[in-house]
């Protein structure tokens, strides 16, 4: 799927099951609650954290998809193409990290 699709699927769900959007304040607090539950994923799988019984069932995979979908909201309300954002971002990156990386000792 591209990130098109993604982008009109996401408006199909909210304007039919999920009824209309969060306005944007509230999404944007929902988007920060649901990559906390990624990071606190992250730092017991990866991390030094341990596991509580409470957390033996977590999907990594359906937290980053909470994210991505919270995400898509936010750019159908405000206009945003993630398409296009995605590949201004890339060739900015591009450019300004041409070099950056490959002299950068620590990644040696």
């Not at 019984?53 to 995979?61: P, T």
């Not at 909201?73 to 193409?81: M, P, R, S, V, Y």
């Not at 590949?87 to 040696?108: P, V």
């Amino acid at each position: 799927m591209t990130l098109d699709e993604v982008q009109k699927v996401v408006d199909k769900w909210i304007n039919t099951t999920g009824v209309r959007y969060f306005n944007e304040l509230t999404n944007t607090a929902i988007l920060m609650e649901e990559v906390g539950e990624v990071a606190r994923i992250m730092s017991r799988q990866y991390g030094e954290q341990s596991f509580k019984k409470s957390d033996e069932e977590v999907d990594l995979g359906d937290e980053m998809a909470d994210v991505l979908f919270v995400l898509v909201c936010l750019a159908n309300q405000t206009g945003i193409n993630l398409t296009e954002a995605l590949h201004k971002n890339l060739e900015k990156k591009s450019i300004r990290d041409a070099d950056r990386h490959k002299n950068n000792e620590k990644l040696k």
